[in-house]
């Protein structure tokens, strides 16, 4: 069925190739696609060329469209623009690269995992920003059977070349795109639960945070104790100002109201939220504390 949606949405596209309408719907549908349905439409889309450029650049910069659809028109004009270049950088001879490492052959998994360093700075100077994610979100993952990558090494070189260096407005559709996800879904054993918290982590803004603390909100009461506390740590010591601290506060407290057990960091919570409402660094006490103990051991 979504084939024939597909077949029927070409179509209409390349009657009225020319009209800004036709392809922002197809631009739309694109970016609800994976797989093979998803490779088909994107080469058809991507074989007209340099007469959708304007067209797409228009959508790519039009900051009141969904970030699926801007992404989206991003990756079509990469592969406009570099016809093939990111197949070409995934099936490159690496074993004839000058950093490759002969003594990574020896590796029983293959020289694939010794290799990843490589190969990610290799992807940072190529700036190839869409087609990296483009090989995780839409599942089309190109291979290089020589090294035996391991599953998931595309998406976590991806994700390291889009922290490493990626633009502002790439960085921006990433975030947004990590949000959605662990909105839809929260739980930390979902399908790219962990690149998504990763990126969040990394470019760490009050918008991602509430993200962070949302989610916690919601499965918290799921996770091991311990873990959810270094996970809120992690939160409260990144909080800048008292509306953060406040939703970490009521946040903290719905989670204990759900627990049965002692929450050893409560104080340390505390603290922090203190601080930050008096508009002092969240981590205050406790790098006065840890110098302290540094004055005191010399």
């Known amino acids: 069925m979504k084939f024939l949606q597909v077949a029927v949405l070409l179509v209409s596209f390349s009657i009225s190739v020319f009209s800004a309408q036709p392809l922002l719907h197809a631009v739309d549908e694109l970016s609800r696609l994976e797989g093979e349905p998803y490779r088909a439409m994107r080469d058809t889309l991507v074989a007209h060329g340099d007469d959708l450029l304007a067209d797409l650049q ?23 623009e570099q016809p093939g270049e990111f197949r070409r950088l995934v099936q490159q001879d690496w074993f004839s690269d000058p950093d490759f490492d002969p003594r990574w052959h020896m590796n029983r998994a293959g020289p694939g995992p010794m290799a990843t360093g490589l190969i990610l700075r290799r992807y940072v100077e190529r700036g190839l920003w869409f087609s990296y994610f483009e090989q995780f979100w839409k599942g089309v993952e190109e291979e290089n059977t020589d090294l035996r990558l391991r599953p998931g090494t595309w998406e976590s070189l991806a994700l390291g070349a889009l922290r ?109 939220i203190q601080n930050v409402r008096e508009g002092r660094p969240a981590k205050e006490d406790y790098r006065l504390q840890r110098q302290g103990e540094n004055e005191t051991a010399q």
């Open 164 to 272: 490493t260096g990626a633009p502002p407005e790439v960085r921006t559709l990433l975030i947004q795109w990590a949000i959605d996800l662990v909105h839809q879904y929260p739980h930390l054993d979902a399908p790219l639960a962990g690149s998504a918290d990763g990126l969040l982590v990394h470019f760490n803004t009050p918008e991602t945070r509430r993200a962070r603390l949302e989610r916690l909100r919601r499965v918290g009461h799921e996770i091991d104790h311990d873990t959810l506390q270094t996970l809120l740590l992690n939160l409260i010591w990144h909080t800048e100002d008292a509306d953060e601290a406040n939703a970490f506060e009521q946040v903290v407290n719905e989670l204990r109201g759900k627990s049965t057990y002692e929450w050893h960091l409560m104080g340390t919570f505390e603290r922090s």
């Open 58 to 80: 228009a959508i790519y910069e039009d900051k009141e469209q969904r970030w699926p659809i801007r992404l989206q028109a991003g990756i079509l004009i990469e592969h406009i």
